[in-house]
């Protein structure tokens, strides 16, 4: 399929989407109890979604990447905004690769080269969270592993590196 249809394949399929979320809100407004409360950081997010649609519109798939960039920090600010954790910005802007990744794979689907997309994307979205997890451990912000965190990074390390050896005996194989 060309990138151009499945460009419009998916443009399509959103428009639809919206319409139909637009239609059960008109009949059926306690719908209206499941959104979020807006507020300013979701004009970023929207952001993300208009840039998205241009891309969209012109045919360029690779314009997910950006979007779902804007739409993250916008996600990150959204949070941070509710909760008046401003402080989490020390260690959440490592998930920034992960927005990446899954603008990555977003383009994959929408573009050409699926398979090496969806790899690439991927491994952007792993770093991500296991950077999120190590900086979050160090600055002490995850209260689950409260009981265990000074073994969190040990743990951390090791799985990492099991990752590591397994990926690269596995990259020997393949070729």
């Known amino acids: ?14 428009l639809i989407l919206v319409a139909a979320f637009l239609a059960a809100l008109r009949l059926y407004p306690p719908l209206r109890t ?3 409360p807006f507020d300013w950081p979701m004009w970023v997010v929207i952001a993300g979604g208009v840039i998205l649609l241009i891309g969209l519109l012109v045919g360029a798939p690779r314009m997910a990447i950006p979007a779902c960039i804007v739409a993250g920090i916008g996600g990150i ?18 998930l920034i690769p992960g ?3 899954v603008g990555t794979i977003l383009a994959g689907l929408l573009g050409q080269d699926f398979r090496r997309s969806v790899r690439e994307g991927l491994n952007l979205i792993l770093i991500s969270a ?3 997890l190590i900086f979050a451990a160090i600055f002490g912000r995850l209260a689950i592993l409260r009981p265990y965190q000074e073994y969190f ?23």
Do not use: C, H, K
């Not at 401003?86 to 490592?94: K, M």
């Open 153 to 175: 990074l040990a743990g951390l390390f090791f799985l990492l590196g099991l990752w590591f050896i397994i990926r690269g005996l596995t990259r020997s194989r393949r070729r």
């Open 34 to 36: 499941f959104i979020p």
């Open 130 to 132: 296991v950077l999120f």
């Open 77 to 94: 600010l959204y949070y941070q905004n509710a909760t008046g954790d401003w402080a989490s910005w020390a260690y959440a802007w490592v």
């Open 1 to 14: 399929m060309e990138d151009r249809t499945r460009t419009q394949l998916a443009l399509g399929l959103f």
């Open 99 to 101: 927005f990446v990744g």
